[in-house]
């Protein structure tokens, strides 16, 4: 672990280099990322941009926690319900 964090829902978040959102958020048992559309919790599942199940909102932009790598200093967010 390095001492690089980025910022989720006001808490501070390690990680790796080379890791993404998702796995740095799951690794401190972060499972669940808000509620999508449809009121269902985002989450961690194929890892490789398919199923969408992770979005975040990341300096204002909706992207995918499992494709967008971890940096230091990053605001990431839950999402609202209507964000996507
Ligand atoms: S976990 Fe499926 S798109 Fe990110």
Redesign the pocket.
């Known amino acids: 672990m390095t001492d690089e964090t980025f910022q989720w829902m006001a808490q501070e978040i390690p990680f790796r280099q080379g890791e993404s959102i998702?796995a740095a958020l799951e690794a401190q048992d972060i499972q669940t990322f808000g509620p999508d559309a449809s009121g269902q919790d985002t989450?961690?599942?194929?890892?490789?941009?398919?199923?969408?199940?992770?979005l975040v909102r990341v300096g204002g932009c909706v992207t995918?926690?499992?494709?967008t790598p971890a940096r230091s200093g990053l605001c990431v967010e839950r999402l609202a319900g209507n964000d996507v």
């Open positions: 998702a989450r961690f599942f194929c890892g490789i941009g398919a199923c969408q199940c992770c995918e926690a499992c494709l």
